[in-house]
């Protein structure tokens, strides 16, 4: 029989035999003699089969917990700033003897005294308030800022000048006038926004000494913390045996209760933004459209900031991969403890962006529970719903504003409701 033939590339008909002439020339035979013979069968044994595991195939999984002060409060710690001026009220006024309480009054204490019933506590506001007002004509004579300068003037050219302490701009001059009576002929814009931000860091230092003072006071706000966040973090979190789970907080508050929080894989990434206890903390006012403005630039997140050795954030969010990788990039974005107050925007803007919130995948959970007001009311579930809702309401009609595409912005909340994107919900527990 005659012998099967295979054709070469050059097509000429080879028989099989040939195969092995072939291959036996392209390798030395020494080489072929110790490639097998030489193996050690306890060599063989000794392999480490692990270390040479399948690739993880599992998809990525990536979620972002939004955390504020609700947080903290609702573990138990007094950190609102209406605890902190309360009791910086009884300081000054001479009703704590506690030598280690003791405060330094500032222009902010005036400001924020002069303030309306409704925004005492809010210094965000009295900042915004005192350097930049959406509204300038909000008293007599314009800012109070600006009238405060006008007042100081007229004092000095009158020795029977009488402030009216009903109007914020007079009670400031009034109290910088009993401060500093040698500099009557040196106030100016600057030399006056100068002062209030360096009063402004006292003020952010009395906060920080009293928010450290009030964790080691509170019993058991560290395991309040731990368990809050596990049920923020489990909510929907999909199986770790199916997905590569990760992490990342960014906290609006300065504490942080717990050094660590990791997955069974992965370290958690947390990030303070306004700084945290221990180091420079932050109180400031949204930059948009305030950068250029040499008198409110200073007082402005972003500009305080970059003066601080700024967190790494660029873990906080995920991008998903293209081509064939399974990382989803942030799959889901939850909110809890948060005002979603305009002077955050821009933080909520950047985020938005980065995971393509129109046309992306990511989903947005804003958590709420019942809370105890100012009054010391407990608001029942369908209020905390219906004030959580006209929040994220604002807040995304004020990103959809920023979309180039005018009619992809007016169209942001019905899209992501559309996609099943968008959920304001409560918060369940454990117990």
Request: with cysteine; glycine share 6%.
């Amino acid at each position: 029989m005659a012998s099967k033939k295979t054709r070469t590339n050059g097509g000429d008909l080879l028989p099989n035999a040939h195969l092995d002439s072939i291959f036996n020339s392209m390798i030395p035979t020494s080489s072929l003699s110790t490639s097998f013979s030489s193996v050690d069968p306890l060599h063989l044994q000794n392999i480490d089969p692990t270390a040479y595991a399948m690739p993880d195939m599992r998809p990525g999984w990536h979620q972002l917990i939004i955390i504020g002060n609700g947080f903290d409060l609702e573990c138990g710690l007094p950190s609102s700033f209406a605890s902190f001026i309360e009791m910086r009220k009884a300081a000054l006024g001479g009703s704590i003897e506690d030598d280690t309480r003791a405060c330094t009054k500032t222009i902010w204490d005036v400001i924020l005294h002069g303030m309306d019933d409704a925004s005492w506590c809010d210094i965000e506001g009295a900042i915004t308030n005192w350097i930049s007002p959406e509204n300038g004509s909000n008293q007599p004579g314009g800012t109070a800022f600006k009238r405060t300068l006008t007042r100081l003037k007229e004092s000095r050219e009158s020795s029977s000048f009488m402030f009216d302490e009903s109007i914020l701009g007079d009670k400031v001059a009034a109290y910088l006038r009993d401060r500093f009576p040698e500099e009557s002929d040196g106030w100016s814009l600057e030399r006056l926004a100068r002062m209030s931000r360096d009063d402004l860091t006292i003020l952010e230092n009395d906060f920080s000494t009293y928010l450290t003072r009030a964790i080691e006071e509170t019993a058991g706000y560290k395991e309040a913390v731990k368990k809050l966040m596990c049920e923020i973090l489990l909510w929907k979190r999909p199986n770790e045996e199916d997905f590569d789970v990760e992490e990342s907080v960014l906290s609006f508050n300065y504490t942080r209760a717990v050094s660590v929080f990791r997955s069974d894989e992965h370290a958690t990434s947390y990030v303070n933004i306004h700084g945290r206890l221990g180091s420079e903390i932050v109180f400031g006012i949204d930059g948009t459209d305030l950068m250029d403005d040499p008198i409110a630039m200073p007082f402005t997140k972003t500009y305080r900031l970059m003066a601080l050795d700024p967190s790494d954030t660029s873990s906080l969010v995920r991008l998903p991969s293209s081509g064939l990788s399974l990382d989803h990039g942030t799959r889901m974005i939850k909110f809890y403890g948060h005002s979603l107050g305009k002077a955050d925007y821009s933080y909520f803007q950047a985020i938005f962006d980065a995971v393509r919130l129109y046309e992306g995948d990511t989903k947005l959970v804003f958590f709420f529970r019942p809370f105890r007001t100012a009054s010391g009311h407990v608001c029942n579930e369908d209020d905390a719903r219906t004030q959580m809702m006209g929040r994220v309401i604002k807040l995304l009609i004020a990103y959809g504003n920023t979309i180039d595409n005018r009619d992809h912005g007016k169209n942001l909340i019905h899209k992501l409701l559309l996609e099943g994107r968008l959920s304001v919900t409560p918060l369940p527990s454990e117990d």
